[in-house]
């Protein structure tokens, strides 16, 4: 899967993990490689760089700013990494929280994943990696008040749900986004028609923002950035974010988690604690994960959708023994430093080194953390609260995109 997307990609991945890995010695894998840099596949060095803000910076050369800083303006560079960040983060530390989670991911999906539920009762087939695109999409267009050709969706709010076909155009706006970062594994910096095809994208996607910003009700994401003082700038910003920081890597791993699902057999494992769970109820502590969301967390760490997460040195410091030298660039596998722990196990407890490294670390962890998981959450009770396995049908790897995944994955009840 990881080489459908980016064969060059799949390759450091893969040697990097072997390389760059966690050592016995204790000094932690941090290899120089020829054009990339930096390179770690330990989950505690990419956690220490990613948590020390003093030497190293996201909007350097190598960091995700320095793409945004092209394409929307050098005001970004606050927002991203200056006091403006930490403002930005203070301010926004309520729009995802666990509940609100929750009820956008009620709100926007209930009937799509309803229908897949009644069509695999039937003994019918769903496509997991188009319903996955088509859930996001729609998530998006409610979360951001794009508007859509059939005019489905206001900012405005309470609305109808938008159709298939303008979720889909929605997903795939963002993925077109996204996929001009593909070049950027060697150099972050973006060639003119980059960044002027970039500023075309953004403009479409945050055309509904000024309006919704201006209006939308306070249970809304844009009205709700209104109301804790986010200017206009700043939502722009953050809804061009959201929107490639959210999309691809959400359907991502639902896919990818339901696939895991099937072809390690741990479906069976999880029917088994989803069945035992209903006969004897447990009362949790609060905070600790159900059967399900421990699933969820499984497949995040084994499916790592942000593959790699990349920053620049801003200035010189010693990690793992080694000297880094302000100007150069670091690159965490996330992926391989995640998945060496070990193979996908439904009920696999927490890992203390790699805690949530698939999410990131540090300030810029990520902000829809809990919303990715409570809709990974929502698609894997959709398939299997019912209490029956599930086989796959067909499915198809993405191409050349940035963030692995399926353009096809048909299931049906085994
Ligand atoms: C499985 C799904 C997701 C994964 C694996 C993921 C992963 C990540 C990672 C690794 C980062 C840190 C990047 C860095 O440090 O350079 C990040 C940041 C971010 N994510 Fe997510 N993400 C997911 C879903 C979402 C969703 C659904 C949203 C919102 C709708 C979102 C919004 C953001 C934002 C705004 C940031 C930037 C935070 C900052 O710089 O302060 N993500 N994400």
Request: net charge neutral.
């Amino acid at each position: 899967m990881l080489a459908a997307a980016r064969p060059a990609m799949a390759g450091v991945l893969l040697a990097g993990g072997a390389l760059a890995g966690p050592r016995r010695d204790g000094r932690g894998g941090l290899r120089k490689v020829p054009g990339l840099g930096w390179v770690t596949a330990d989950p505690t060095v990419g956690r220490r760089v990613l948590t020390d803000h003093r030497h190293f910076t996201i909007v350097g050369e190598g960091g995700v700013g320095h793409l945004w800083a092209q394409i929307l303006g050098d005001w970004v560079l606050d927002l991203f990494d200056g006091p403006g960040h930490h403002d930005l983060r203070t301010r926004s530390r309520e729009l995802f929280t666990e509940a609100s989670a929750a009820a956008l991911v009620d709100g926007a999906w209930s009937a799509a994943l309803d229908d897949a539920r009644s069509t695999l009762a039937a003994g019918g087939t769903v496509d997991v990696g188009r319903l996955a695109r088509v859930l996001v999409g729609r998530m998006m267009i409610s979360l951001l008040g794009i508007p859509t050709p059939g005019g489905a969706s206001s900012p405005g709010g309470a609305d109808a749900v938008p159709s298939d076909d303008d979720a889909l155009a929605a997903f795939a706006t963002g993925e077109r986004l996204a996929s001009i970062a593909l070049g950027s594994a060697g150099s972050t910096y973006l060639s003119a028609e980059q960044v002027a095809a970039a500023r075309e994208i953004v403009a479409e996607l945050t055309r509904g923002v000024p309006d919704g910003w201006r209006h939308a009700p306070t249970d809304r994401l844009l009205g709700r950035c209104r109301e804790l003082g986010l200017g206009l700038e700043e939502t722009t910003g953050l809804a061009s974010l959201l929107m490639v920081a959210g999309t691809e890597t959400s359907a991502s791993a639902m896919a990818r988690t339901t696939a895991l699902l099937v072809d390690t057999g741990e479906q069976h494992r999880l029917l088994r604690l989803l069945a035992d769970e209903r006969a004897r109820p447990v009362v949790r502590a609060a905070g600790e994960p159900d059967v399900v969301e421990n699933a969820v967390r499984e497949g995040l760490r084994v499916t790592s959708p942000a593959s790699v997460i990349g920053r620049g040195v801003s200035a010189d410091v010693e990690v793992a023994g080694r000297t880094l030298r302000a100007g150069e660039r670091v690159m965490i596998l996330t992926w391989a430093a995640n998945a060496g722990v070990g193979p996908f196990r439904a009920d696999r407890p927490y890992v203390r080194e790699t805690r949530q490294l698939w999410f990131g670390a540090g300030r810029h962890l990520c902000l829809g953390a809990a919303l990715a998981r409570a809709e990974i959450a929502a698609l894997l009770h959709a398939l299997w609260d019912d209490g029956a396995p599930l086989r796959v049908v067909s499915r198809r790897a993405k191409r050349r995109v940035l963030v692995p995944g399926y353009d096809e994955l048909v299931v049906a009840r085994a």
